[in-house]
Nanobody
């Protein structure tokens, strides 16, 4: 099991950028596939981006392709989500998730460990 803590959320104008971070506990972070999901008010949680345990593979939701980039720094036990060209529809609580020894999983219920989330608000 791994504990996850997100940070970097906030309020930004449309067209702006934010970088989210997800810090993981423990010494086995490099063995975990990591994902980012988001949940807007009144909507179901949806997949955003994922990266394999070794960083070789990534997956993105169609809605964020070309704007968001997921990356990881195993030395810092951290996964990042760089978000550019933000839109009001990107407003949501963003959560990171982890699953050991996996590829870039896009399905929510295949992840075992979750962070508490960080709010991202994009104003028009």
């Amino acid at each position: 099991q791994v504990q996850l803590v997100e940070s970097g959320g906030g309020l930004v104008q449309a067209g702006g950028s934010l970088r989210l971070s997800c810090a993981a506990s423990g010494r086995t972070f490099s063995t975990y596939a990591m994902g980012w999901f988001r949940q807007a008010l009144g909507k179901e949680r949806e997949f955003v981006a994922a990266i394999s345990w070794n960083g070789d593979s990534t997956q993105y939701a169609d809605s964020v392709k070309g704007r968001f980039t997921i990356s990881r720094d195993n030395a810092k036990n951290t996964v990042y989500l760089q978000m550019n060209s933000l839109k009001p529809e990107d407003t949501a609580v963003y959560s990171c998730a982890a699953r050991r020894w996996a590829g870039p999983i896009t399905v929510e219920n295949e992840y075992r460990d979750w962070g508490q989330g960080t709010q991202v608000t994009v104003s028009s």
